[in-house]
């Protein structure tokens, strides 16, 4: 076995100098993470919504969507704390593109030290929004580029049994989303979840270092292995296993993509999310434990509506703002639900 080096990555340093944080930015970023704790912990009564591309490419429409999705999100934050997926790694089942960190430019060779600064610089305009960001942990070794920028990172499905990934949650600063694996098993989700939230050890460079776990690690729900996982069975199921296992901060965030939108015949429509969003809601509206326990949501949203296959465009030919991986929402129907969402939630408050 053998491989080709390609490219030199750049340090943290220079990538962190050529494109720094600023103070003010920083200290918001700290209020934001502060804000989802609270929720979390059960201290803000608010809602928290993580939404935006599946695949945070290209650059300038994922800029766009967060110039919209920003007032949107100042004005719904009584009941709704809003976060953008700014998610620039993409896991493959087998095999395709795999994001703009890795391939920025998807119809030319992978090149990760542009897409490191592509990515920084596209997270950094996003957050000038006055958004708070959220990205998927695929490959840890990448995330001290970016790990200053966020306010919720995910563990993914593929990953939340790995190891590397449960001991670097435990160590960072801010709230990870820890989802079930593929199989929709929830009880292993919650064994990663106690993971993440218990002490362990790693190297950093030439260190030996001891993380202090991570409180606010929580259950994402996102289904599996065909089907959905979210249904009054599933949440009483969960409610009770986050008490018996002595989760701290017992919280459940509700992915309503991935296999939670499976029809009937068991495809995937990116349509019923809306659906989803409500059926969810009405549990959560008919057992206060669920309500409680329930501290947000996971969505999938772009300019336009739908998604496009890669394999099958060309520069010239791309639609810009749909994405290129998941179906989304388009915006119409994300500043639809989001609204209705925030509605429903005082209304139920009241």
């Known amino acids: 076995m053998s491989h080709i080096t390609q490219h030199t990555l750049p340090t943290h340093a220079e990538v962190c100098t050529r494109l720094p944080l600023s103070p003010e930015l920083r200290s918001k970023i700290e209020q934001d993470r502060l804000e989802i704790e609270n929720i979390l912990m059960g201290r803000d009564p608010r809602k928290f919504m993580i939404i935006g591309p599946c695949s945070s490419w290209p650059s300038e429409e994922?800029?766009?969507?967060?110039?919209?999705?920003?007032?949107l999100a100042e004005e719904l934050q009584d009941v709704i704390k809003i976060v953008m997926r700014t998610y620039i790694?993409?896991?493959?089942?087998?095999?395709?593109?795999?994001?703009?960190?890795?391939?920025?430019?998807?119809?030319?060779?992978?090149?990760?030290?542009?897409?490191?600064?592509?990515?920084?610089?596209?997270?950094?305009?996003?957050?000038?929004?006055?958004?708070p960001i959220a990205d998927e942990i695929l490959f840890p070794r990448y995330?001290?580029?970016?790990?200053?920028?966020?306010?919720?990172?995910?563990?993914?499905?593929?990953?939340?049994?790995?190891?590397?990934?449960?001991?670097?949650?435990?160590?960072?600063?801010f709230p990870i989303g820890v989802k079930n694996p593929t199989s929709g098993s929830i009880p292993i989700g919650i064994n990663s979840v106690l993971a993440c939230q218990t002490p362990n050890f790693m190297a950093v460079a030439e260190n030996q270092v001891k993380t202090s776990g991570n409180p606010c690690a929580?259950?994402?729900?996102?289904?599996?292995?065909?089907?959905?996982?979210?249904?009054?069975?599933?949440?009483?199921?969960?409610?009770?296993?986050?008490?018996?296992?002595?989760?701290?901060?017992?919280?459940?965030?509700?992915?309503i993509s991935h296999d939670n939108t499976r029809d009937e015949n068991g495809v995937k429509q990116y349509e019923r999310q809306t659906e989803v969003l409500w059926e969810t809601l009405d549990i959560m509206s008919q057992n206060p434990k669920i309500m409680s326990t329930v501290k947000g949501w996971m969505a999938?949203?772009?300019?336009?509506?739908?998604?496009?296959?890669?394999?099958?465009?060309?520069?010239?030919?791309v639609i810009p703002g749909k994405s290129v991986t998941d179906g989304c929402l388009g915006w119409d129907a994300t500043q639809d639900l989001l609204i209705t969402l925030a509605h429903k939630l005082r209304t139920t408050s009241s």
């Open 300 to 317: 999938e949203s772009f300019l336009e509506e739908g998604s496009q296959n890669l394999a099958k465009c060309s520069h010239d030919s």
């Open 89 to 131: 790694q993409k896991p493959r089942t087998i095999a395709g593109w795999m994001g703009p960190l890795v391939q920025p430019d998807p119809f030319a060779e992978p090149h990760i030290p542009t897409g490191i600064f592509y990515c920084r610089e596209m997270m950094l305009q996003v957050l000038e929004t006055g958004l």
């Open 62 to 71: 994922v800029v766009e969507y967060a110039r919209r999705l920003a007032p």
């Open 218 to 255: 929580h259950l994402v729900l996102r289904g599996g292995n065909g089907n959905h996982n979210i249904g009054q069975e599933h949440l009483e199921q969960t409610v009770q296993l986050l008490q018996e296992k002595c989760v701290q901060n017992p919280s459940v965030v509700i992915d």
């Open 143 to 173: 995330q001290s580029y970016f790990r200053d920028l966020l306010t919720w990172a995910a563990i993914g499905a593929r990953s939340s049994e790995n190891q590397e990934h449960r001991v670097v949650a435990s160590l960072l600063e």
